[in-house]
């Protein structure tokens, strides 16, 4: 059974960083691509960035330069490293798992199995 449970979410301020992980289990994490997602209440869910197995990584245009996905094997881990962020940038973060080794950040959402989300709050 995918788990897949994120954190380090939490407030900042505009111009500053947070760094989110994603601690995946119940699956062969190194087979598969994984990806980064986020909501807010008025939007449907955008493709931030994904990860493919062999350590390709693809991120939308409003995230690319500042942002940063990466993952650990040894440890099950996927990070988003987020610098300078905007206050558009506020959204509950999601991380999930493709159901192949190769995505796209903006591949279909139906074929991904989600964690349960963490909230980024950026202020002014």
């Known amino acids: 059974q995918v788990q897949l449970m994120e954190s380090g979410g939490g407030s900042v301020q505009a111009g500053g960083s947070l760094r989110l992980s994603c601690a995946a289990s119940?699956?062969?994490?190194?087979?598969?691509?994984m990806g980064w997602f986020r909501q807010t209440p008025e939007n449907e869910r955008e493709g931030v960035a994904a990860?493919?197995?062999?350590?390709?990584?693809t991120y939308a245009d409003s995230v690319k330069g500042r942002f940063t996905i990466s993952r650990d094997n040894a440890r099950n881990t996927l990070y988003l490293q987020m610098n300078n962020l905007k206050i558009d940038d506020t959204a509950t973060y999601y991380c999930a798992r493709h159901f192949s080794p190769y995505c796209h950040f903006d591949s279909p959402r139906r074929d991904f199995a989600w964690g349960q989300g963490t909230q980024v709050t950026v202020s002014s």
């Open positions: 990860i493919a197995a062999d350590g390709g990584t």
């Open positions: 119940g699956y062969k994490y190194e087979m598969y691509c």
